[in-house]
């Protein structure tokens, strides 16, 4: 056998048609591929598997989750197929209130205040290498800021105190990731407030929650406006959208469904007996078309114990119409396990999902 075939990833095929047979392999299997060889080893870890992967497209929704606990400021994970979290190297500035946006393959960390100094910095995760890397800062700094995502751009809203022309003329601002900048976005002096407690895209438009009420931005025309009554009193903690629909978790221990259009709230019917009647820090993703929740837990009914547990859930959601009624949201749930034991007085910080 000749040296060219022996470096062939898959002997007897050109390394093109190969590179397209394991970039349909799912990632489930990657790590027994790994041990094939050192030519496929390689291959798994470089930006031209994730590329062939992405153009087929044979990508997965990926969960990543952040948490702050007592001995560090903030750890990273990600779901494994076992339904366990594992970790990820460590943020190189650590940050509280840093605003969260997925583009593609990169999860940006936005802000936030570095011992109590609100940020302008931006990192950013590569999760197809688990890399950090520093990104082009804002024009202002941030912390307790709302975050989306549209058309590959990337909208922050509020976050700061516009109390000088800088941070007026700042208070929201757009990152375009083609020419690598930030670029103010004009906004009326009357809808700046400045903490935002939730953020999501829904319809086209980048959904802010202050302090008191909510703004929306819909990028195409500049147009701000106040988000309706309905929705101000009913979102409540952090929240995901699901096929247009935004769902959060509430106090009473329901999770609801918002339908912009229609200006309504729904309860997700049929997981009274699937999940826990509370969900303690109930955080939400939008995982391939699923809506996944993961919440805190106590090992121990007495509240002696020194670790506590992380559990998740993939929920399938589904609208299901009655005559002469608006459909109601029905969910079932796919699967439920404890993905996670981390010291007691630990807190979920934010959850979102990555294509790969």
Excluded at 82 to 87: G, S
Excluded at 114 to 121: I, L, T
Excluded at 137 to 143: D, F, I, L, Y
Excluded at 296 to 302: A, I, K, S, T
Aim: net charge positive; with cysteine.
């Amino acid at each position: 056998m000749t040296k060219n075939q022996n470096s062939n990833l898959i002997p007897s095929l050109p390394d093109d048609v190969a590179i397209n047979c394991l970039a349909r392999v799912p990632r489930s299997h990657h790590t027994t591929l790994t041990l094939v060889s050192k030519p496929i080893h390689s291959l798994l870890s470089s930006s031209l598997f994730f590329t062939a992967r992405s153009l087929i497209p044979s990508t997965q929704h990926i969960l990543y989750l952040s948490l702050r606990t007592r001995s560090t400021s903030l750890q990273f994970f990600t779901l494994h197929n076992n339904h366990r979290l594992l970790p990820l190297p460590p943020l190189p500035s650590p940050t509280i209130g840093s605003a969260y946006a997925v583009i593609h393959h990169k999860i940006y960390l936005i802000g936030g205040s570095v011992n109590d100094v609100p940020s302008r910095h931006v990192w950013i995760l590569d999760c197809r290498f688990h890399r950090w890397l520093p990104g082009p800062s804002m024009r202002v700094a941030r912390e307790f800021a709302a975050a989306g995502v549209i058309d590959g751009k990337i909208y922050v809203i509020g976050g700061c105190v516009p109390d000088n022309f800088s941070r007026s003329a700042n208070w929201s601002e757009v990152f375009d990731p083609v020419n690598n900048r930030w670029e103010s976005v004009p906004s009326p002096p009357e809808i700046r407030e400045k903490w935002m407690h939730a953020s999501a895209v829904v319809d086209g438009k980048v959904y802010a929650m202050a302090d008191r009420g909510g703004v929306s931005f819909d990028p195409y025309n500049g147009a701000w406006e106040s988000v309706g009554r309905e929705l101000d009193i009913g979102w409540r903690g952090r929240a995901t959208v699901v096929d247009g629909i935004l769902y959060c978790y509430d106090y009473l221990g329901k999770i609801k469904g918002f339908d912009v259009k229609k200006g309504l709230w729904k309860e997700l019917k049929g997981l009274d007996k699937s999940l826990p009647r509370f969900l303690c820090g109930a955080t939400m993703a939008d995982v391939g078309g699923k809506l996944v929740v993961v919440w805190e837990c106590q090992r121990n009914l007495n509240g002696k114990g020194k670790e506590m547990e992380i559990w998740c859930a993939e929920i399938d959601v589904k609208k299901k119409k009655k005559k002469n009624k608006d459909g109601e949201l029905w969910g079932e749930v796919c699967w439920l396990n404890n993905v996670l034991s981390v010291p007691k007085g630990s807190s979920i910080v934010h959850c979102n999902s990555v294509a790969l």
